[in-house]
């Protein structure tokens, strides 16, 4: 199998891995979560479910609309190809190096949230660089990277079944989902 392949499956496992950490943060005490009401673009899911309403936070990263998927796949993508590589090749990860892709990962968040930058709705405080960002929001790009690290780790040990993945997401086929 292909790394590209390999890369795209691990993406999705890590999509679906940060979207239940946010779920965790809304997590009631009977089990259920805090809803968080949203509208669905994905016509063949509005379709299924009769509706464009979808309550993210009680709703599993498979099952969501794919409009809802795409932040933290996204966000996946962009950790899985920073260190995929590098720990195939057995690099390091110093400091320095993490710092560096840390940037990226906030670089390529701004890419994807333009509503950031929204003069009435937008977050001032997130539109800085890395280095200027408060240690909280710099301690999320980093966690989303140790997240990655561990996550590709655990597939060149052997500990993550790719085909399953592969099967799972329906990745390798011609019905790969895209934006």
Known sequence: MNNTIIKEALSYSLGSDLHEEW??????????????MKKSKDESWNLVHGTDDVDIANTSFS???????????????VVINLVFDKIIN?????????????SIV????LKRNSWVYDLEYGDPKLTVSFDE?????KKKDVVQLEAAYS??????NGLIDI?????????????????
């Open 23 to 36: 779920r965790k943060t809304r997590k009631l005490k009977d089990g259920t979560y805090e809803p968080r």
């Open 63 to 77: 099952e969501l609309p794919f409009n809802w998927q795409y932040e933290n796949l996204e966000a996946a993508k």
């Open 90 to 102: 057995n690099e390091t990860f110093n400091d320095e190096e993490m710092r560096r892709m840390a």
């Open 106 to 109: 906030h670089d390529e968040w």
């Open 133 to 137: 960002l408060s240690e909280e929001e």
């Open 151 to 156: 996550k590709v780790m655990k597939y060149v």
């Open 163 to 179: 085909d399953s993945l592969c099967s799972q997401y329906n990745i390798g086929n011609s019905n790969i989902k895209t934006k």
